[in-house]
């Protein structure tokens, strides 16, 4: 099949793993569409917390991931590209009783052992930092990591020239082939050498053999108060376990604060086995709220202004799914980033646009990258037909 | 008609039994109530707790002032920068 | 509480609802923010105050009161109580005076009416507020502000609240209504009586107080001087006053409502559709009875004919009333805020680029982002951002779409708050 290129590349999905691939590419010289179904940051790069944290992932190639993007978004911050959105500041990890305090020990090792970017810089109780409430037995300070609201950062990548925005569209199917990929949109068709499927959640409706699962995660936005109270993001160790281990028993309910440069605070969040973005109760707000409230009392004068779900593409072995489709080789997915989306980001953009070019990934990343490939659940998979 | 007394930003503010706070301060003349984190001003627009414009400290809470009853001795203050005392 | 049939709003349409819900067996809650029955229209005074209603007004509402007091213990209700939110398991936070967390058998929304204002520059100082909210103090307090008032805006609530001023002793400055509604004398005839009843009040007590009524006049910027407000207004026309307040209709208050797939839910009266008193009072009755034979099994109740008399009506009076304000929008100096919330002005919408996306308005915009939830910029920035870009395929953004919870919630209550879903009986 000989057809003109619209692209050369197309992106599917303009969350904030799309848009980093698009500037990626744009920069390369590439000329790279941005499809989504509804618009920028519709899904979750939209409705999520922005840690860029390195202290909650597992340990193994995930948190070497996360500290080689930590650093690379700290460059793409200093060069003025996501100097709006990237926001560095401290991280308080809290315990309270046996198994928290348990968590909080393993964390120091952890970080230990990566020798990466982000440094203890405080073990100690409650009074290590003003402000804070009796839930707090013993506080770890953390320095090196930041937030990033997905938007401000899925706003930044796309403004970049050379990217062509298309949405509303919803792709209906596609149809590889060794010259390129055929893209359908229902009302008409797109061609492009290369096509990036970047759809968090929704994967399976066009990769059906991929296992992406809905993790829902609700998240509670508070009105303004005065800002800078809070000097970083306080979270619960109970959180951490809940992301690296079996989600089985936990200790505590796992909440985050995350005060917002507005002076609003986002607090969250649940980890719930379905896709609803309007599922939101009042048991888990209170729960949650709760114990906010008890690690950080000024929360008690806050009024919550929204709650929504936000929801991750979490699979089945807890690692994200990145590289060529088995059988499709102008195909490439990023995907299954579950929680850590916004914090892989700017690295998994800039590997994957490498992917698009044939070029090899970045050395020191390159065994961590491999086992991301979609090829460990078998080959070969295919797309939905056009 | 009962009257009561309460307390914007230490001054005292006379009120009508059944009078939400911010009646009775617009009527002692006092439009502006303060600053929001925003940095515009605080003062009642829609009056029945919609707008979310004439929000105030009341012990201890941000509350609308259109739909908070005035009660004997209560004190209250801007959203930012006052005590209540 | 399993039982019991929650119904938000103590107005017309929510006191209507629950007295059919009981008259038919069934245990009510009704819940209302404010601190006396009422709704907008019927706002009761403080006690011990007369009140500034019309005979028929106060007809209307004594009969509505009737139909609650025959229903004795089976209606309660709680004032100064804010309902939160349903949310997808069917428990409802109440905050305020009756803080629980219950799981009623239904839900019955009669939130009311918000008030729509077209944003000018100056309409964030303070002394400008709503028709609406002025009129609510003349209800409560049988006194008008000391000092001038000018009203501005359109429709025929700036009549009514012109009048209860005159009533009181201080006539408004003058009355800027955008439209021309005498127009066209002929189409008004096809009003029904009781509007043409209830304007003529308004207009023979107006001119009698020789209270100027400018139609075709907008109101078009506020500055505050000399601790006065100065308003422009179009002919060049310049006012000084002390107080003003603006009106540009109604819309229905029906934001931060999702739909609950737990339990029944309904919506009445102007939280359902704007249409009005009447509409609400009938719609209250007809939707309380029809939610009742729903709950209980019975065939359910014809419709009734007054929603289609008062949507003609009240369809009509919107074209008596059409005026080019909107198109203003357009010609708003780039400082103007938009969303009063977030103090986000027209240059930040601008600052989008073309065909923003409903969410790039909300996230990146921050419109319809602040605690209001959208309830007063949703509609305006969603027409800015359509006309800032005609075109086919460019629909209006649903800016406003469905929020939770239905108002802020004060993380203090939600924590103190008793929790009545688990393990009740009754
Ligand atoms: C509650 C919560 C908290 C979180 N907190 C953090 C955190 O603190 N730190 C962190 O790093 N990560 C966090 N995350 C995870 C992070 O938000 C995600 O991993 C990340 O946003 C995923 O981005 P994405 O681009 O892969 O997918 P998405 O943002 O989901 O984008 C997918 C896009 O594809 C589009 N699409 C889908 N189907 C189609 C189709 N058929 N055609 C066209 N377009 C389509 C969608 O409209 C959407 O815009 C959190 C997530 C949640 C839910
Ligand atoms: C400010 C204003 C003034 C009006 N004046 C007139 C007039 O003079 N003449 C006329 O014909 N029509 C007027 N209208 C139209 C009027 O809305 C309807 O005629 C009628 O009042 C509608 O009745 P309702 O029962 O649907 O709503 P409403 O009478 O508005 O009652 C709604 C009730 O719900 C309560 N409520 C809202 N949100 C919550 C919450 N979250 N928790 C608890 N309680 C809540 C409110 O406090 C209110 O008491 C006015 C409308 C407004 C907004
Ligand atoms: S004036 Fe609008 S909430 Fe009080």
């Known amino acids: 099949m000989t057809q003109a290129l619209h692209h050369d590349v197309a992106i599917a999905g303009a969350g904030i793993v799309g848009a980093s691939v698009a500037w990626h590419l744009a920069q390369a010289g590439l000329r790279v569409a941005v499809i989504d179904a509804v618009g920028p940051a519709a899904a979750a790069s939209g409705a999520s917390d922005g840690a860029v944290s390195v202290a909650s992932k597992k340990p193994g190639p995930l948190a070497r991931l996360a500290s080689a993007s930590l650093l690379y978004t700290r460059d793409l911050a200093g060069q003025g590209l996501l100097a709006g959105a990237f926001h560095a500041r401290p991280s308080y990890v809290f315990g309270q009783g046996d198994a928290e305090i348990a968590a909080l020990d393993a964390l120091i090792d952890k970080l230990a052992q990566i020798a990466g970017p982000v440094r203890v810089t405080g073990d100690g109780g409650a009074g290590a930092l003003p402000g804070l409430g009796a839930a707090v037995e013993r506080l770890v300070t953390l320095d090196g990591e930041g937030h990033m609201p997905g938007h401000k950062a899925v706003r930044a990548y796309l403004a970049a020239p050379g990217i062509t925005p298309i949405w509303p569209a919803r792709i209906r199917g596609l149809d590889s082939d060794d010259a390129g990929v055929t893209i359908d949109l229902g009302d008409r068709r797109l061609r492009a050498g290369h096509l990036v499927a970047a759809?968090?959640?929704?994967?399976?409706?066009?990769?059906?053999?991929?296992?992406?699962?809905?993790?829902?995660?609700?998240?509670?936005?508070?009105?303004?108060?005065?800002?800078?109270?809070?000097?970083?993001?306080?979270?619960?160790?109970?959180?951490?376990?809940?992301?690296?281990?079996?989600?089985?028993?936990?200790?505590?309910?796992?909440?985050?604060?995350?005060?917002?440069?507005?002076?609003?605070?986002?607090?969250?969040?649940?980890?719930?086995?379905?896709?609803?973005?309007?599922?939101?109760?009042?048991?888990?707000?209170?729960?949650?709220?709760?114990?906010?409230?008890?690690?950080?009392?000024?929360?008690?004068?806050?009024?919550?202004?929204?709650?929504?779900?936000?929801?991750?593409?979490?699979?089945?072995?807890?690692?994200?799914?990145?590289?060529?489709?088995?059988?499709?080789?102008?195909?490439?997915?990023?995907?299954?980033?579950?929680?850590?989306?916004?914090?892989?980001?700017?690295?998994?953009?800039?590997?994957?646009?490498?992917?698009v070019q044939g070029l090899a990934p970045t050395d020191a990343l390159a065994t961590d990258l491999a086992a991301l490939t979609p090829a460990r659940f078998g080959a070969p998979l295919q797309e939905a037909r056009a | 008609m009962t009257t009561g007394t309460i307390f914007w930003a230490g001054?005292?503010?006379?009120?009508?039994?059944?009078?939400?706070?911010?009646?009775?301060?617009?009527?002692?003349?006092?439009?502006?109530?303060?600053?929001?984190?925003?940095?515009?001003?605080?003062?009642?627009?829609?009056?029945?707790?919609?707008?979310?414009?004439?929000?105030?400290?009341a012990e201890g809470r941000i509350t609308e002032a259109c739909l908070l009853p005035a009660r004997d001795g209560l004190r209250l203050s801007p959203e930012i920068g006052g005590d209540d005392a | 509480m399993r039982d019991t049939v929650l119904v938000v709003g103590a107005g017309l349409a929510g006191l209507s609802a629950a007295t059919e819900l009981a008259r038919a067996g069934?245990?009510?809650?009704?819940v209302d923010q404010a601190q006396a029955v009422g709704g907008a229209i019927h706002r009761q005074p403080l006690p011990g105050v007369r009140s500034i209603a019309s005979g028929a007004q106060k007809r209307r509402w004594a009969g509505v009161m009737a139909g609650v007091a025959a229903q004795g213990g089976r209606i309660t209700l709680a004032l100064g109580t804010r309902f939160g939110g349903v949310d997808h398991t069917g428990a409802v936070l109440l905050t305020g005076a009756m803080n629980r967390l219950i799981r009623?058998?239904?839900?019955?929304?009669?939130?009311?009416?918000?008030?729509?204002?077209?944003?000018?520059?100056?309409?964030?100082?303070?002394?400008?507020?709503?028709?609406?909210?002025?009129?609510?103090?003349?209800?409560?307090?049988?006194?008008?502000?000391?000092?001038?008032?000018?009203?501005?805006?359109?429709?025929?609530?700036?009549?009514?609240?012109?009048?209860?001023?005159?009533?009181?002793?201080?006539?408004?400055?003058?009355?800027?209504?955008?439209?021309?509604?005498?127009?066209?004398?002929?189409?008004?005839?096809?009003?029904?009586?009781?509007?043409?009843?209830?304007?003529?009040?308004?207009?023979?007590?107006?001119?009698?107080?020789?209270?100027?009524?400018?139609?075709?006049?907008?109101?078009?910027?506020?500055?505050?001087?000399?601790?006065?407000?100065?308003?422009?207004?179009?002919?060049?026309?310049?006012?000084?006053?002390?107080?003003?307040?603006?009106?540009?209709?109604?819309?229905?208050?029906?934001?931060?409502?999702?739909?609950?797939?737990?339990?029944?839910?309904?919506?009445?009266?102007?939280?359902?559709?704007?249409?009005?008193?009447?509409?609400?009072?009938?719609?209250?009755?007809?939707?309380?009875?029809?939610?009742?034979?729903?709950?209980?099994?019975?065939?359910?109740?014809?419709?009734?004919?007054?929603?289609?008399?008062?949507?003609?009506?009240?369809?009509?009076?919107?074209?008596?009333?059409?005026?080019?304000?909107?198109?203003?929008?357009?010609?708003?100096?780039g400082d103007t805020v938009i969303c009063r919330c977030e103090a986000r002005t027209v240059n930040d919408l601008r600052a989008l680029g073309p065909s923003p996306r409903a969410r790039q308005l909300r996230l990146d915009g921050r419109f319809a982002m602040g605690p209001c939830q959208g309830r007063f910029c949703g509609d305006w920035v969603a027409r800015l951002a359509a006309a800032d870009n005609p075109g086919p395929d460019t629909p209006t953004p649903g800016i406003g779409a469905p929020r939770w919870p239905a108002r802020p919630i004060a993380v203090a209550d939600l924590l103190a708050a008793t929790d009545e879903t688990e393990g009740e009986t009754r």
């Open chain 1, 199 to 355: 759809l968090g959640v929704s994967t399976p409706a066009l990769f059906p053999a991929l296992p992406v699962q809905p993790r829902a995660g609700q998240l509670f936005v508070t009105d303004r108060g005065p800002a800078g109270t809070l000097p970083g993001s306080l979270t619960a160790a109970a959180y951490l376990v809940a992301k690296t281990d079996a989600p089985g028993v936990l200790p505590l309910p796992p909440v985050v604060i995350d005060p917002l440069t507005t002076g609003q605070f986002l607090i969250g969040s649940s980890r719930e086995d379905h896709a609803d973005p309007t599922r939101v109760d009042f048991a888990t707000m209170r729960q949650l709220m709760r114990r906010a409230v008890d690690a950080f009392p000024a929360l008690a004068e806050r009024r919550v202004i929204r709650a929504f779900a936000g929801i991750r593409a979490a699979v089945a072995d807890s690692l994200p799914i990145v590289g060529p489709l088995p059988g499709a080789p102008r195909i490439t997915v990023a995907t299954g980033f579950e929680g850590d989306g916004i914090c892989l980001s700017a690295l998994i953009g800039r590997e994957v646009a490498r992917m």
């Open chain 3, 104 to 333: 009623p058998r239904a839900l019955a929304l009669a939130l009311g009416a918000r008030e729509s204002v077209q944003p000018r520059p100056g309409w964030t100082l303070p002394g400008v507020e709503t028709a609406g909210s002025l009129q609510t103090r003349l209800k409560t307090l049988a006194e008008a502000p000391a000092g001038r008032v000018l009203l501005a805006g359109s429709g025929p609530l700036l009549l009514a609240l012109g009048a209860e001023l005159v009533k009181l002793g201080r006539p408004p400055l003058a009355i800027l209504e955008a439209g021309r509604p005498f127009a066209r004398p002929l189409a008004a005839l096809r009003l029904p009586r009781s509007y043409w009843a209830e304007a003529a009040t308004y207009l023979t007590r107006l001119r009698l107080a020789r209270v100027p009524i400018l139609t075709g006049t907008h109101l078009t910027a506020i500055r505050a001087e000399g601790g006065a407000l100065v308003a422009e207004a179009t002919g060049g026309r310049r006012l000084t006053a002390d107080h003003i307040a603006l009106h540009d209709g109604i819309r229905s208050n029906d934001i931060g409502l999702p739909d609950c797939a737990t339990l029944p839910v309904v919506r009445l009266g102007d939280c359902r559709e704007a249409l009005g008193a009447r509409a609400a009072l009938a719609d209250g009755r007809a939707g309380g009875a029809a939610l009742a034979a729903r709950l209980l099994g019975r065939p359910e109740p014809a419709p009734d004919a007054e929603l289609a008399r008062q949507r003609a009506a009240q369809a009509l009076l919107a074209q008596l009333y059409a005026h080019d304000g909107a198109a203003r929008l357009a010609d708003l100096p």
């Open chain 3, 26 to 30: 069934l245990p009510v809650l009704v």
């Open chain 2, 11 to 57: 001054q005292p503010v006379p009120f009508r039994v059944g009078e939400t706070v911010a009646s009775a301060l617009m009527r002692a003349g006092i439009a502006a109530f303060g600053t929001a984190p925003t940095g515009q001003a605080r003062a009642v627009f829609c009056g029945i707790g919609l707008c979310q414009g004439c929000l105030i400290r």
